[in-house]
C-alpha cells in the first residue's frame, strides 16, 4: 500500500505561479512512478504530468508542457507540480496518483489505469 496526499492547492491569478505537493508514506517510494492528473467541473480527469520512478524521465500533457515542471525528492518521499504561467482553464482538482514501477513505465504513466494509488486531491482555482 502506499498512501498520498497533495497540498499547496489554492487560488492565484492568471500569469501567477502554484507549486503542489504530494506526499507519500507507505512502502517503498522510490519503486512508483507518479503522476498527476486534474478534473475540472464537468469535465473528465486528465492527465498532467508523470515522472519515472528514478526522476530520469518525465512526461507532460501537450496543454502544460513549457509551463508546468514536476519533480521528485525520494529522499522525502515527495512529488512537486512546479505551475507557472497559470491560465483559467488550469482550474481543476489536481490529483497525485502512484503506479507500481514494475508494471507500468515510460509512456504507459500517462493513462490513469498504471496507477493503482489516488490522493484526495487539491483545489488550484486560477481567476482571470
Known amino acids: 500500500q502506499v498512501h498520498v496526499v497533495e497540498s499547496g492547492g489554492g487560488l492565484v491569478q492568471a500569469g501567477g505561479s502554484l507549486r503542489v505537493s504530494c506526499a507519500a508514506s507507505g512502502r517503498t517510494f522510490s519503486k512508483y512512478g507518479m503522476g498527476w492528473f486534474r478534473q475540472a467541473p464537468g469535465k473528465e480527469r486528465e492527465f498532467v504530468a508523470a515522472i519515472s520512478w528514478s526522476g530520469g524521465s518525465t512526461y507532460y500533457a501537450d496543454s502544460v508542457k513549457g509551463r508546468f515542471t514536476i519533480s521528485r525528492d525520494n529522499a522525502k518521499n515527495t512529488v512537486y507540480l512546479q505551475m507557472n504561467y497559470l491560465k483559467p482553464e488550469d482550474t481543476a482538482v489536481y490529483f497525485c496518483?502512484?503506479?507500481?514501477?514494475?508494471?507500468?513505465?515510460?509512456?504507459?504513466?500517462?493513462?490513469?489505469?498504471?496507477?493503482?494509488?489516488w490522493g484526495q486531491g487539491t483545489q488550484v482555482t486560477v481567476s482571470s
Open positions: 496518483a502512484a503506479a507500481d514501477s514494475t508494471y507500468y513505465s515510460g509512456s504507459a504513466l500517462r493513462g490513469s489505469g498504471a496507477y493503482g494509488y
